[in-house]
């Protein structure tokens, strides 16, 4: 794997992803390898999965520089949403580590997650709609269950980004704390968790996202559907050109 990275030690799985000169920005190669380290931490002897990004970022969405992929877009935006059913799937409990830019694709990538902890100065933002795109990674329905649905709604219309602390008033994150802190709590985290029995986790995680994710595909298939519509739209040429010509 290129772009992601995979250790495993002491019962705890850290996935990092690994672009950091594009502030590991999504792109399909990202997409596979991810996938591919989700389904080997699945397989793995951990008992917990840190999530977090290399660099000076989580993961700052879809990298807009990158040439629109051909083919069949459903194929693509299914295997990107893949992403949010083997997180949700993973048998061990999930914990992002959120620093720098979670932005688009990125906040999606932590809302995918069981457990969520971001620096106090980390940046949030949902701004598919300001460039003429829909949501995906089932933030439809992950982000009103946390946020609340006018929260949500406000979040995604206005596009308007926001730090870790606000995402902690916002009931986004479990818990926002100085960027030298965080992965020192998120590994203590992990660990307390790797010392449960992992059956046990297994099945709390399971029973707790039972309703949530009864409701889950509907949202995918939503998504996709409504992501089909608006992806080859004049909004979104003008908004992607606009962000090419930048220097």
Not at 136 to 155: D, F, M, N, Q, W
Request: a negative charge; glycine letters at 8%.
């Amino acid at each position: 794997m290129s772009t992601v990275d995979l250790a495993v030690d002491g019962g705890i799985a850290q996935i990092r992803l690994n672009r950091p000169e594009r502030l590991n920005a999504v792109a399909p190669v990202l997409v596979d390898d991810f996938l591919t380290a989700l389904d080997a931490a699945a397989r793995s002897s951990a008992r917990a999965v840190l999530l977090t990004g290399n660099g000076r970022a989580f993961c700052a969405g879809h990298d807009l520089k990158e040439p629109t992929p051909e083919g069949d877009s459903r194929a693509r935006l299914d295997r990107l949403q893949d992403v949010t059913r083997r997180l949700r799937a993973l048998p061990q409990p999930v914990i992002a580590a959120v620093h720098g830019y979670a932005i688009g694709a990125g906040a999606e990538f932590a809302l995918g997650c069981d457990l969520i902890l971001a620096a106090e100065d980390a940046v949030f933002g949902f701004p598919e709609v300001s460039l003429g795109l829909s949501v995906t990674g089932a933030a439809s329905r992950l982000l009103p269950l946390l946020v609340g649905p006018l929260r949500a709604k406000e979040l995604l219309l206005l596009g308007e980004r926001f730090d870790g602390r606000r995402a902690h008033e916002f009931g986004l994150v479990n818990a926002a704390v100085p960027t030298a802190e965080l992965m020192p709590l998120a590994l203590g985290w992990a660990e307390k968790i790797a010392q449960h029995p992992p059956e046990a986790a297994t099945m709390a995680k399971r029973a707790l996202d039972s309703g949530i994710d009864h409701a889950l595909e509907s949202a995918l298939e939503l998504e996709v559907s409504h992501a089909l519509i608006t992806e080859h739209s004049a909004a979104v040429r003008e908004s992607t050109d606009a962000f090419r010509s930048r220097s």
